[in-house]
């Protein structure tokens, strides 16, 4: 499936971005769905995921509370609202894909088939 990531861009500290992820030519409905990020110097992180059923949800532990992952499946979409932003945050964010139920508890990149191009977010003081 291929996806495409949207809605990165330039916050101030405290404020709110909305990612949204959608695949062309298919139907995200059966897939888990899930976002990874990366800053500059640092390894990739699973930050979010959800199951095709909307049942079972992931977050990192250093997102929770703050961000909430949810599906529309009238629009074959996946949102990720990023409320109360930190400087942390800012990293370049990959929508991720896969036809198989979600990991338990974590997520590792090879749990998902397919990826996204990046969206960045940056988080100013």
């Known amino acids: 499936v291929q996806l495409q990531a949207s809605g990165g861009g330039l916050v101030q500290a405290g404020g709110s971005l909305r990612l949204s992820c959608t695949a062309s030519?298919?139907?995200?409905?059966?897939?888990?769905v899930g976002w990874f990020r990366q800053a500059p110097g640092k390894e990739r992180e699973g930050v979010s995921s959800?199951?095709?059923?909307?049942?079972?949800?992931y977050y990192a532990d250093s997102v929770k509370g703050r961000f909430t992952i949810s599906r529309n499946y009238g629009k074959n979409t996946v949102y990720l609202d990023m409320n109360s932003l930190e400087l942390e945050d800012t990293a370049v964010y990959y929508c991720?894909?896969?036809?198989?139920?979600?990991?338990?508890?974590?997520?590792?990149?090879?749990?998902?088939?397919?990826w996204g191009q990046g969206t960045l977010v940056t988080v100013s003081s």
């Open positions: 030519g298919s139907n995200l409905d059966s897939y888990t």
């Open positions: 991720v894909a896969d036809p198989g139920p979600p990991e338990i508890n974590t997520m590792t990149q090879w749990g998902y088939l397919s």
């Open positions: 959800i199951s095709s059923d909307g049942g079972t949800i």
